[in-house]
């Protein structure tokens, strides 16, 4: 593969001109693509075939007036400290600002003084508003009369404000993503001391971005995408697209160095650095794809789409960097830094292997023991969805959450649904009614429910229509309000209790009721992806080991490697637990209150950073192994490949955690939570485990860390991943010229 690798890396660099044409078209052609066919995408998660999803299945079906997917808006006006919200005037006032509504195209609004949606100490009422359209469908005129509502309230007195997603979601300059970039070129900048150069991984991770972004942006119009797999991609894009042309460009930079023609010094950087990206990549990508074990469509697009992101960012490194090194010319390394970073750098390499060796085995314990104590905070661990509740605290949508939790309880903004499905039932409404009846008993019995809502009426007129309802459509839904937030634990208890109670109706009532609402999806989902979460960490495990048994031909080294990255994960979501769930630092990251852990991950950080995580073994411990083939004894190995290639790994940690960190600055609880988790994975991945914890093993084991059955070695293709293959053939062919030193 290296010699092909080579043989595309000077191609590129002599014939840039055609590479860059070429890319230049099919840019061109993607945002054309994009701009025509782009769709929207989708903010809610489902998943088919658990009990939360079925009942929203069957709502759908038999009462589509009550399943309409369009946005949704909850307006919350409070009176003013010693007024109450129905007194004339301001009741008025509320009637008047609704009045703003009658003119937009909404399926329903509520008046909250006839459905008695006012707070006990009558200061606080609500409306809800459903629209036809989805959220990234309405119109800007209806999106005005909603904040028209608001600003009608407010001139009369009152304080409005409105929560769910109909109103546009307000944009704030990618401050933290300008942060990593700068900090990125910062870090290129001190590596090859050239602020050019420095530019280059830059340049072609934003290009590759483009390129990514687009391609997801035209998939819209086919297939169906949520919102959150661009941020994942355009996470992603940046953080490998740096990385992988970092590791490029400091090969290249050490050919030029050594006297090699510049189209050769290219070609051969692509043919060995290039070599240990495309397994690098291939890693990531593995891990990436087999979020679909899951069997979790919204993780199947995520995973699908940053693999995209991570392909497209090792044929830019593999192509159009070398394109625009041969565009450059000798000036790729212009602009020099007046100082000589290399030669420190690597003194540095030296000195931190080299105590490492003479300690190896403090070393190792000691590593151990300080990820197992960050990882302390795992074993409390709580999942769940993304509501209003963590979004800033200045925002409308927090302001509402907050207000309604107050007036109306904690478990008001996370209400479950019961749904009685009596279409095989002889006598319907006596099925709703035991039904009710064990609920009203729960009620009594503890105090984990709130309000009840029943679908019964004391007055015959009224409870005739109920039943005739019922005939038609063969469903009756109650409404269960806990007395703990969406995402408290007694909540989730409630939901186990509820089930349990409600799964025995007697079999002459021939119903059966399931118990739903968006709180309970989430914990079917989190439930679910526990679930499955050892069937995936197994396959991506598994594939990867096979990856690395062939590249590294050694049994033990990527079973240390795999071992390593569970240390990385611990340290990752114990940090995360620890700042999200129990507020530690939080403020640092823009924090304002504490909440469970997103549910979905767990399971997407394992997939990024286990691919993540073998980037920096292949490119660490290539250079070992590349030292051991040669002859050098085991421990002198492990010595000179870690300073050779130290280095470029650090700055590329550091560049990774930069841009990860830059997204767990954003106000996107998605992303945040994402970031802040990426960027200590990769911390504690790159400096704990892959130069502390690793090379200690490897001294202590030596030779046998490189045992290989001879079976085995036999049948395994040879990758020759550190290009010995590649070098050998050009310099029998041609041998260097070396070339002045002021070339470059």
């Keep these: 593969m290296s010699w092909q690798l080579f043989r595309l890396g000077r191609w590129s660099f002599q014939h840039r001109k055609t590479v860059l044409i070429g890319w230049v078209l099919l840019l061109a052609a993607l945002v054309a693509g994009a701009g025509a066919f782009a769709g929207a995408t989708k903010d809610s998660f489902e998943l088919d075939g658990v009990e939360s999803m079925e009942a929203f299945d069957l709502i759908e079906e038999r009462l589509p007036e009550s399943a309409a997917g369009g946005a949704s808006a909850r307006i919350v006006f409070e009176a003013p400290d010693g007024e109450s919200i129905l007194d004339g005037e301001h009741a008025a006032a509320v009637a008047t600002a609704l009045g703003e509504l009658e003119r937009a195209d909404i399926v329903s609004v509520t008046d909250p003084f006839t459905t008695g949606a006012v707070s006990d100490d009558g200061r606080v009422a609500y409306a809800s508003v459903s629209f036809a359209e989805p959220a990234i469908d309405l119109a800007e005129a209806d999106q005005d009369r909603l904040a028209a509502v608001q600003e009608s309230a407010e001139d009369a007195g ?17 401050i933290g993503e300008l942060i990593g970039i700068a900090v990125a070129l910062v870090v290129l900048a001190i590596t090859f001391g050239s602020l050019v150069a420095a530019g280059m991984p830059v340049l072609t991770a934003l290009i590759g971005v483009a390129f990514g972004i687009s391609g997801l942006t035209l998939a819209t119009g086919f297939v169906e995408l949520s919102s959150a797999t661009p941020v994942l991609g355009l996470m ?38 290039g070599t240990a990206v495309v397994f690098a990549g291939l890693t990531v990508i593995i891990a990436l794809c087999a979020l679909a074990v899951c069997g979790v ?84 661990m709580q999942l769940a969805m993304p509501d209003d509740g963590i979004k800033p ?15 109306f ?7 479950l649904v019961i749904v009685v499905d009596t279409e095989g039932s002889s006598d319907a409404p006596a099925a709703v009614r035991q039904v009710g009846d064990r609920l009203q008993r729960m009620q009594a019995d503890g105090d984990r429910i709130a309000s ?20 038609q459509t063969g469903l009756a839904t109650f409404q269960v309000v806990p007395t703990g937030g969406p995402s408290d634990r007694s909540t989730t208890e409630l939901v186990a209790d509820l089930r349990e109670q409600l799964a025995d109706l007697p079999d002459d009532a021939g119903a059966r009721a399931l118990v739903s609402g968006q709180t309970a999806l989430g914990i079917d989902i989190a439930d679910e992806l526990i679930s499955v979460f050892p069937l995936y960490l197994a396959v991506v495990v598994g594939l990867a080991l096979v990856l690395l048994v062939m590249v590294f031909r050694s049994l033990l080294v990527p079973i240390k490697a795999a071992l ?60 070992m192994r590349e030292a051991y083939v040669h002859g050098r004894p085991a421990r002198q190995a492990v010595v000179e490949g870690f300073a050779h290639s130290a280095r470029v790994v650090t700055a590329a940690a550091v560049i990774m955690i930069a841009v990860f960190a830059g997204f767990a600055l954003s106000d996107d609880a998605i992303a945040k939570s ?69 070339a470059h």
Excluded: C
Aim: net charge negative; glycine share 10%; no cysteine.
């Design 236 to 273: 992603l894009g940046l953080a490998v697209g740096i990385d992988y042309a970092l590791f490029i460009m400091s090969r290249y930079q050490h050919e030029v160095r050594q006297g090699r023609p510049l189209d050769e010094a290219a070609g051969r950087a692509v043919g060995t650095a």
């Design 409 to 415: 309880g904690e478990g008001f903004n996370g209400p």
């Design 564 to 623: 390593g990255f569970l240390l990385s994960v611990g340290v990752s979501l114990g940090a995360t637990v620890a700042v999200f769930q129990w507020g530690w630092f939080g403020e640092v990251i823009g924090l304002d209150a504490t909440s469970p852990v997103l549910f979905l991950l767990p399971t997407l950080l394992t997939g990024i950073l286990f691919g993540l995580a073998m980037d920096y073994e292949v490119f660490l411990v290539t250079r």
């Design 452 to 471: 009840l809502t029943a679908p019964v009426s004391d007055d015959p007129a009224i409870q005739a229509v109920l039943d005739q309802q019922l005939e």
């Design 297 to 380: 469509s919204f993780l199947t697009q995520m995973g699908i789409g940053g693999a995209v992101m991570v392909a497209v960012a090792v044929l830019v490194a593999l192509t159009l960097l070398p394109a625009l090194l041969g565009l450059l010319g000798r000036r790729a390394f212009a602009v020099r830094l007046p100082f000589n970073q290399q030669r420190a750098e690597r003194s540095n390499g030296q000195r931190w292997i080299e105590t490492v060796a003479r300690f190896k085995w403090p070393a190792l314990l000691g590593g151990v023991a300080v990820a197992a104590v960050v990882s302390i905070p795992v074993a409390s």
């Design 674 to 742: 994402i970031g802040f988790a990426l960027a200590v994975g990769i911390l504690a991945d790159a400096f704990l485990v892959r130069m502390l914890i690793m090379p200690a093993v490897m001294l202590i084991v030596g030779d046998r860390i490189w045992w290989l059955p001879r079976w085995l070695d036999r049948i395994l293709p040879n990758l020759d991943i550190e290009g010995e293959g590649l070098t050998r053939r050009l310099d029998a062919a041609a041998p260097v010229v070396p070339e002045p030193v002021t």
């Design 393 to 407: 605290a200045d925002s409308d949508g927090r302001i509402a959450y907050d207000l309604l939790a107050e007036s």
């Design 158 to 174: 009152l304080r409005a404000v409105i929560g769910g997603d109909a109103l546009p979601v307000e944009a704030h300059p990618p």
